[in-house]
């Protein structure tokens, strides 16, 4: 029920997309080497979407569905090896949780190369257990080739499904019984050579650096993270967990000692892929991420349920309805599951288009989509709607000045801004002052701006604003009244940076009083004159604890203002979430010019914002903030 929630409306993640993107080639030659190559994946499940498309078209439910059914397999082969290993008792617990957790769910719900590795690494695990372990089977060649099959089907999946199907044969090799030895070896043998042709792939595939230019080098942080994620952040999930373990430990299993292989192979099988994985992201390339250890993950279930003994069928299902309602509550309203997941970028930015435009009819609009045309072209298709887009990927902004110059050639009413990001916004606003629509989600942000106050006003989304009071500058601002001036035709007021002042109008304040959650984004903007060519001043913003910078990086005024113009606004934003560290009570936020080369200009307004940002961006993999807009 949790997994077919929705369906067959359940939408593509943007990975969906890309992988739908790279579906619709005319020959298997271009598919792999304009579809799977470059991807960073091995080809299985590529090939497959290639196919599975031909078959019954690309609706996301028909994409969907074999992982969907995949997911709810996996149930069941988590029980089965469970009950294999130890007995039925670790089996429904361990069961119990793939069932309900948002790590399994989601990814049963993904048409992409984890739930499928999990699948197959579990199939490979039984086939193994039964070839090794199970004295009562006769049909051990039955088993071997079962173990073969799926553990080839590990390798072509998934790197890291691959790395578990290694480490699944290497564990084989202590435990077999030496005169089948020579057969379990052959049968490895053929595992490596049905895996030959997909080498020059893989070469390939290492050499361009997979997805260490996005993905951040793990911390010491990353595995108390991986925790808390699987457990839903939830006190509740987490008392369950302590819970269930020590039950484990007071009705422990008599079969204690006779377990112990089993218990071992859990504990290095889990922890394995993960030190490799760590260790190749800190030193190598960054590669670890949560999705990744999902092949391994029910072995940490079965290594904190070994424990306990087989209990009688009565306390199995009140142990596992409890696992069943705490994590279905904790899915649905502690992680908003079905309100994050069910609203994915690429759709919700073109419902939201749509949407729009339908509401401002009268007005002209430009959309402004920053997602690939093709994307975009999908959920177009799907809706019946053709739309004229600027597409950001096209666009080739090179800098603020070339971005402006776009903006100031518009002659349109309205602009949409999907995805566009927050240091844009910014300038946009110079030129649509007012916005008429706004929704955030996971991994996007929809805006959309209009020249002309219109009747429907939405509320700000600034939670904090000050801007420098030139004649009676308070606190957090800092100025040298002395190189304050005063228009004597308009009577406005400027802060004069003379050849001699390198710095003279500032902000600084504790960050944390003003946040309402980590997700806010900070905002500086300053409007200066006078600027002549070859300035090298700078707008800086710092975030500094007990007096060093944590963070520091400035704007030259050159990014924003050309050698043909003397004045304009320079501006800076960034998330509070993306700084990369915790926020404390002493972490003090700082602005400022720096007028390194002691030029000579006019600074006429100096603004610093914060505004509530998107506590919903990485929703399906952080904590949800408690306040948030």
């Given at each position: 029920m949790i997994r077919f929630y929705g369906f067959p409306h359940i939408p593509f993640m943007y990975d969906e997309v890309s992988a739908w993107a790279r579906t619709g080639y005319a020959n298997f030659h271009d598919l792999i080497d304009k579809g799977v190559k470059g991807d960073g994946h091995p080809a299985l499940i590529q090939v497959f979407l290639f196919y599975w498309r031909m078959v019954g078209g690309d609706s996301e439910a028909f994409f969907k569905l074999p992982f969907l059914l995949m997911g709810l397999l996996s149930i069941w082969l988590v029980f089965r090896v469970a009950a294999c290993w130890f007995n039925c008792t670790v089996g429904y617990l361990s069961a119990a949780m793939v069932s309900c957790l948002q790590y399994t769910v989601m990814y049963s719900q993904i048409a992409r190369p984890y739930i499928s590795g999990l699948f197959f690494s579990l199939m490979m695990v039984w086939c193994w257990s039964n070839y090794l372990f199970n004295k009562q089977h006769n049909h051990t060649l039955r088993w071997l080739s079962g173990f073969v099959l799926f553990a080839v089907l590990c390798c072509y999946n998934h790197y890291f499904s691959l790395l578990f199907a290694f480490i699944t044969g290497a564990t084989g090799l202590f435990f077999i019984e030496r005169d089948r030895r020579y057969q379990y070896l052959i049968a490895n043998s053929i595992i490596v050579i049905l895996f030959l042709p997909h080498v020059s792939i893989t070469l390939f595939q290492f050499g361009i650096g997979g997805v260490g230019g996005w993905l951040p080098k793990p911390g010491p942080e990353f595995f108390s993270n991986y925790l808390d994620y699987i457990l839903h952040f939830s006190t509740w999930m987490k008392c369950l967990m302590a819970c269930l373990i020590i039950t484990a430990f007071i009705f422990h299993s008599p079969a204690l000692q006779s377990q112990f292989k089993y218990r071992v192979i859990a504990l290095c099988w889990f922890l394995l892929p993960f030190f490799i994985g760590y260790y190749y992201s800190v030193y190598r390339n960054a590669v670890l991420q949560y999705s990744v250890l999902i092949f391994t993950f029910p072995y940490l279930l079965y290594f904190c349920f070994s424990w306990i003994r087989e209990l009688p069928m009565k306390y199995n299902w009140l142990m596992v309805l409890m696992i069943l309602l705490i994590g279905t509550y904790t899915l649905a309203a502690e992680r908003k599951h079905f309100d994050i997941f069910y609203h994915q970028p690429i759709e919700e930015l073109v419902q939201n288009t749509v949407s729009?435009?339908?509401?401002?009819?009268?007005?002209?609009?430009?959309?402004?989509?920053?997602?690939?045309?093709?994307?975009?072209?999908?959920?177009?298709?799907?809706?019946?709607?053709?739309?004229?887009?600027?597409?950001?990927?096209?666009?080739?902004?090179?800098?603020?000045?070339?971005?402006?110059?776009?903006?100031?050639?518009?002659?349109?009413?309205?602009?949409?801004?999907?995805?566009?990001?927050?240091?844009?916004?910014?300038?946009?606003?110079?030129?649509?002052?007012?916005?008429?629509?706004?929704?955030?989600?996971?991994?996007?942000?929809?805006?959309?701006?209009?020249?002309?106050?219109?009747?429907?006003?939405?509320?700000?989304?600034?939670?904090?604003?000050?801007?420098?009071?030139?004649?009676?500058?308070?606190?957090?601002?800092?100025?040298?009244?002395?190189?304050?001036?005063?228009?004597?035709?308009?009577?406005?007021?400027?802060?004069?940076?003379?050849?001699?002042?390198?710095?003279?109008?500032?902000?600084?304040?504790?960050?944390?009083?003003?946040?309402?959650?980590?997700?806010?984004?900070?905002?500086?903007?300053?409007?200066?004159?006078?600027?002549?060519?070859?300035?090298?001043?700078?707008?800086?913003?710092?975030?500094?604890?007990?007096?060093?910078?944590?963070?520091?990086?400035?704007?030259?005024?050159?990014?924003?203002?050309?050698?043909?113009?003397?004045?304009?606004?320079?501006?800076?934003?960034?998330?509070?979430?993306?700084?990369?560290?915790?926020?404390?009570?002493?972490?003090?936020?700082?602005?400022?010019?720096?007028?390194k080369e002691k030029d000579d200009f006019l600074l006429h307004d100096f603004t610093v914002s914060l505004d509530a940002g998107n506590p919903w961006i990485y929703g399906l993999i952080e904590p949800i903030p408690k306040q948030h807009p």
């Open positions: 729009t435009i339908d509401a401002e009819k009268g007005m002209t609009c430009t959309v402004l989509m920053n997602e690939p045309r093709k994307y975009a072209g999908y959920y177009l298709r799907k809706y019946h709607h053709e739309i004229a887009m600027d597409y950001w990927p096209e666009m080739n902004f090179t800098s603020y000045i070339s971005f402006r110059n776009y903006l100031s050639a518009l002659n349109t009413d309205c602009l949409i801004a999907a995805n566009i990001p927050t240091d844009y916004l910014i300038l946009i606003q110079k030129y649509y002052p007012y916005e008429i629509s706004r929704q955030k989600g996971f991994t996007y942000q929809f805006h959309a701006f209009s020249k002309k106050q219109l009747n429907d006003r939405l509320p700000s989304d600034v939670v904090y604003q000050q801007t420098l009071n030139l004649l009676q500058p308070a606190a957090p601002w800092s100025v040298h009244l002395a190189q304050v001036e005063t228009d004597s035709i308009t009577r406005a007021q400027s802060f004069h940076f003379m050849p001699a002042v390198e710095f003279g109008a500032g902000f600084e304040a504790p960050l944390l009083p003003l946040l309402t959650n980590n997700y806010n984004v900070v905002n500086v903007s300053a409007d200066v004159s006078g600027v002549s060519p070859g300035n090298n001043a700078s707008l800086v913003v710092s975030f500094d604890e007990d007096g060093k910078a944590l963070f520091w990086q400035e704007k030259p005024f050159s990014y924003f203002i050309d050698s043909s113009e003397s004045s304009g606004t320079v501006f800076y934003s960034i998330s509070v979430r993306d700084l990369g560290f915790p926020v404390t009570d002493k972490l003090m936020l700082r602005a400022y010019i720096w007028n």
